[in-house]
C-alpha cells in the first residue's frame, strides 16, 4: 500500500467515526425523532453528501459501533485454534473482544446504556440494531461452517453454534444495560456477566443431554 492510499484510507476511517460520533451524541441529547442527517454532517463539519457516502440513515450512523465489534469479533473468531470446539472458540473470541485494552468495546464508551434503551424503545434503532446483529452473525455462521468443513447453508450446525453463542452474548448486553453507570464498573461487570451467561448455557445443555439419555 503507498502512503497515499494510507492516508486516505486513514481520512475516510476519521470522517466515518467523525460521522458516527455526531450521529450519537445527536441522538442522545436531543432524540432520534429531532436528529436529522444535515445536523449530523454539520457537526461532524461534512457535507449531506458526505454522509451518504458513508451511511445510510441516522441510525445506521449511530449504531455503526456495533458493526465494528462485530467484525471485530468475526476476526478473532477466525483466529481461533482450529481444533478448538466451535462454541468455546465463539465464547473466546468474545472473551478477547471484552478484555482489549488498547481498542475497547463499544460498552466502555460514555452513556451506552442509555443508547441501548432508546434501541429497545425506538423501532427505527432497533431495526438498524437488528440487521447489523444479522449480517454479524451470517458471517460468523460463514466462519463457523469453515471451521466445521461443513455447508452453511444445509448444514444445521454451524448456525446452531452461531445463533446460541451469540443469544447469550445478546442476553448478557440486556442485563447489562439495566444497570446503573453510577454503580456498575462497566467493562469488567459486563465480562463477568457474559462469562455467567455462557456457563449457564453449557450447564443447560449438559443437563438436557444427561436428561435426554436417561430417558432414552
Not at 462454541?87 to 481498542?103: F, T
Not at 463499544?106 to 424503545?121: A, E, K, N, Q, S
Amino acid at each position: 500500500m503507498s502512503a497515499t492510499e494510507d492516508r486516505r484510507q486513514r481520512k475516510a476511517r476519521q470522517t466515518r467515526n467523525a460521522l458516527a460520533g455526531a450521529a450519537l451524541d445527536l441522538i442522545l441529547e436531543r432524540g432520534l425523532a429531532a436528529t436529522t442527517v444535515e445536523a449530523i454532517a454539520e457537526r461532524a463539519d461534512v457535507t449531506r453528501r458526505t454522509f451518504s457516502r458513508y451511511f445510510t440513515g441516522k441510525e445506521d450512523a449511530a449504531l455503526d459501533f456495533v458493526r465494528g465489534d462485530g467484525d471485530r469479533i468475526n476476526a478473532l473468531l477466525r483466529a481461533r485454534p482450529p481444533a478448538e470446539p466451535p462454541l468455546l472458540a465463539y465464547r473466546r473470541a468474545v472473551r478477547e473482544w471484552l478484555a482489549d485494552r488498547d481498542n475497547p468495546a463499544w460498552h466502555v464508551r460514555p452513556r451506552m446504556r442509555r443508547l441501548l434503551g432508546l434501541v429497545d424503545g425506538e423501532p427505527a434503532l432497533f431495526a438498524a440494531y437488528e440487521r447489523i446483529r444479522v449480517d454479524a452473525q451470517e458471517e460468523s455462521i460463514r466462519i463457523i461452517a469453515g471451521r466445521l468443513g461443513a455447508d452453511d447453508v444445509r448444514d444445521v450446525r454451524p448456525a446452531v453454534v452461531v445463533d446460541a453463542a451469540a443469544g447469550v452474548l445478546t442476553a448478557a448486553l440486556r442485563i447489562w444495560a439495566r444497570g446503573d453507570d453510577r454503580h456498575d464498573s462497566g467493562a469488567a461487570d459486563l465480562a463477568a456477566l457474559v462469562e455467567r451467561a455462557y456457563d449457564a448455557l453449557t450447564g443447560e445443555a449438559a443437563s438436557a443431554a444427561a436428561h435426554s439419555t436417561t430417558e432414552e
